[in-house]
């Protein structure tokens, strides 16, 4: 399976109509500095049309492992996948982003350009089979700190999965307020 670049996307339900949903897994490698695992979160952001959280309650990460409706998770003990559950999605909310951030905690100042690998899976919650994945999105970053990654969204009845690489130096702290979890 070739991997798809930034700004790519692929039709997941029409290519699969009975599929429940997908497993959003991210997979990195960190360089020369292995801490910067330990400091790596995953998180997902669920939106409205317009691109913007109706509240934080709908950031979902590891102090908020699921969103009001349950129909996206933490999956599991994988403190890097988030499962998408596509029939229990609230019909307001028209997309569901794969966030990744620096968690800066200890005051460091690492950043996601010191990863050699990162990229997106997309995973059929039913057996762990990879569906679609981003191209390696590490060689474009530097200095950023928090990166929107990829995202899953409603199209025509369905649902694509396309990815997005749209990195942000300032932290999970712009990131959040670009999808309105921050007012």
């Known amino acids: 399976m070739a991997a798809l670049k930034r700004g790519s ?3 997941l339900t029409r290519e699969i109509p009975d599929l429940p949903g997908v497993v959003l897994g991210v997979r990195w490698e960190v360089g020369p500095e292995p801490a910067l ?3 790596l979160v ?3 952001i669920l939106c409205d049309h317009a ?9 979902v990460f590891f102090n908020q492992l699921t969103e009001p409706s349950r129909s996206v998770a933490m999956a599991g003990d994988d403190d ?3 499962e998408v559950v596509f029939a229990d999605v609230p019909g307001e909310v028209s997309r569901i982003v794969a966030v990744l951030y620096v968690n800066e905690g200890n005051g460091l100042r690492r950043g996601l350009g010191r990863l050699r690998y990162l990229t997106l899976r997309g995973l059929d919650p039913r057996d762990d089979r990879e569906l679609v994945r981003s191209e390696n999105l590490a060689p474009a970053l530097d200095g950023e700190t928090a990166l929107a990654l ?7 009845g369905g649902w694509k999965f ?8 300032s932290g999970i702290a712009a990131l959040a307020e670009d999808y309105g979890v921050i007012r």
């Open 80 to 82: 890097d996948q988030v």
């Open 51 to 59: 691109r913007r959280a109706p509240s934080a309650e709908h950031f």
């Open 37 to 39: 695992a330990e400091s």
């Open 150 to 156: 990829g995202e899953v969204y409603r199209h025509n």
């Open 162 to 169: 396309k990815v997005l690489g749209e990195g942000y130096r």
């Open 42 to 44: 995953v998180a997902a």
């Open 9 to 11: 996307n692929v039709e």
